[in-house]
C-alpha cells in the first residue's frame, strides 16, 4: 500500500506556524543583539565610551528572557521539521498542542503588557502607540494561525499523512442498514 503524500495544507500550517513561532523571534532576538553590539561598541573621540542617554534601558529585555526565547524558538523549529517528515503519528498532536500552547503563552503576554500601568520613570516614547497596535497584530496572527493549524490538522488527508495509511473504504454488504438494525416495540 503507498504512503499517502504530504497534502499542501499540511505544508501551508507548517510554513505558517514555523514564521510565527521561529522566524519572528529569532529576527527579533537577532536585531535585539545587533543593536547591543552596536552601542557596545560605539566609541567616541575623547575618552573612550560614554553613554549616549542615561536613565533607562532602551532595549529592556534582560539576557534570561532573549535566551528563552531563542531556546523555545529553535524547539519550534525542531517539532516542525519533525512533523514536516510525518514519520511519527504522534507529531500531529504535538504541533497542534506547541502551536496552541505558544498562541496562549503570546496572548498572556500581550494583555498582561496591555493592562499594566505603564511607569512613567523609566520613559515614555511615541513608539509605545506603536508597539501597541504591532502587539494586537500579532495577537490576530497568532490566533488565526493556531486555528488553522488545528483546524486542517485535524481533516481527513493530514490524518491519513500522519497515518501513513489511507482507511479502507466501507464494504457494501448489500443488506440495508435498517434490516440490520433491531426494531424495538413498546
Known amino acids: 500500500m503507498q504512503r499517502p503524500p ?3 495544507g499540511v505544508t501551508l500550517a507548517i510554513f505558517a506556524s ?7 523571534p529569532l529576527i527579533e532576538v537577532g536585531l535585539l543583539l545587533s543593536v547591543r ?16 542617554a542615561m536613565g533607562a534601558d532602551f532595549l529592556g529585555i534582560p539576557d534570561s528572557k532573549i ?5 523555545i524558538a529553535i524547539v519550534f523549529l525542531v517539532i516542525a521539521v519533525m512533523a514536516w517528515r510525518g514519520r511519527r503519528k504522534y507529531m500531529r498532536f504535538v504541533l497542534i498542542v506547541s502551536c496552541a500552547g505558544l498562541t496562549l503563552f503570546n496572548i ?12 512613567f520613570e523609566a520613559g515614555a516614547s511615541s513608539l509605545d502607540s506603536v508597539l501597541s497596535s504591532l502587539s494586537l497584530g500579532q495577537f490576530a496572527a497568532g490566533v488565526l494561525v493556531t486555528l488553522y493549524v488545528i483546524w486542517y490538522l485535524n481533516r ?13 473504504m466501507p ?13 424495538t416495540t413498546i
Open 108 to 119: 498572556l503576554n500581550i494583555v498582561i503588557g496591555q493592562l499594566s500601568q505603564q511607569n
Open 18 to 24: 514555523l514564521i510565527l513561532f521561529t522566524c519572528f
Open 156 to 168: 481527513g488527508p493530514a490524518r491519513a499523512f500522519y497515518r501513513g495509511y489511507y482507511l479502507p
Open 171 to 183: 464494504v457494501d454488504t448489500g443488506v440495508p442498514e435498517s434490516a440490520t438494525q433491531p426494531t
Open 67 to 71: 535566551f528563552l526565547q531563542t531556546l
Open 6 to 8: 504530504r497534502p499542501f
Open 37 to 52: 553590539l552596536h552601542f557596545a561598541n560605539l566609541t567616541f573621540a575623547d575618552d573612550g565610551t560614554q553613554p549616549l
